[in-house]
Nanobody, 121 residues
Framework: QVRLVESGGGLVQDGGSLRLSCVLSGRTFSSYAMGWFRQAPGKKREFVAGISRGSTPRFADSVKGRFTISRDNAKSTVYLQMNSLKLEDTAVYYC???????????????WGQGTQVTVSS
């Protein structure tokens, strides 16, 4: 069974940076596309970034140019580097995985428990 564990969340000032990490265990990491979603209070969960098995990234328009996503297959870890953070980036960030063959899935199968990111003024 796939297990996803996020880390790296916390409190950061407006304009600051954070790096989130997510470790996949239970299956072969390289066989999974990986992604990050977020959910702010009172809002729907939204896609932030994803990276395919072949390391092709995709980003939500709201984070393009500020966030990067990368994967380290040797460490079974996906990273979300968040720069120039804004107040509106405050949310719980969820790691997700899916064994889709190409690209990113329409729906993601596995989810982590989430990590809180709070951006303060």
């Amino acid at each position: 069974q796939v297990r996803l564990v996020e880390s790296g969340g916390g409190l950061v000032q407006d304009g600051g940076s954070l790096r989130l990490s997510c470790v996949l265990s239970g299956r072969t990491f390289s066989s999974y596309a990986m992604g990050w979603f977020r959910q702010a209070p009172g809002k729907k969960r939204e896609f932030v970034a994803g990276i395919s098995r072949g390391s092709t990234p995709r980003f939500a328009d709201s984070v393009k140019g500020r966030f990067t996503i990368s994967r380290d297959n040797a460490k079974s870890t996906v990273y979300l580097q968040m720069n120039s953070l804004k107040l509106e980036d405050t949310a719980v960030y969820y790691c997700t995985a899916d064994a889709v063959q190409l690209g990113l899935p329409t729906t993601w199968k596995y989810w982590g428990q989430g990590t809180q990111v709070t951006v303060s003024s």
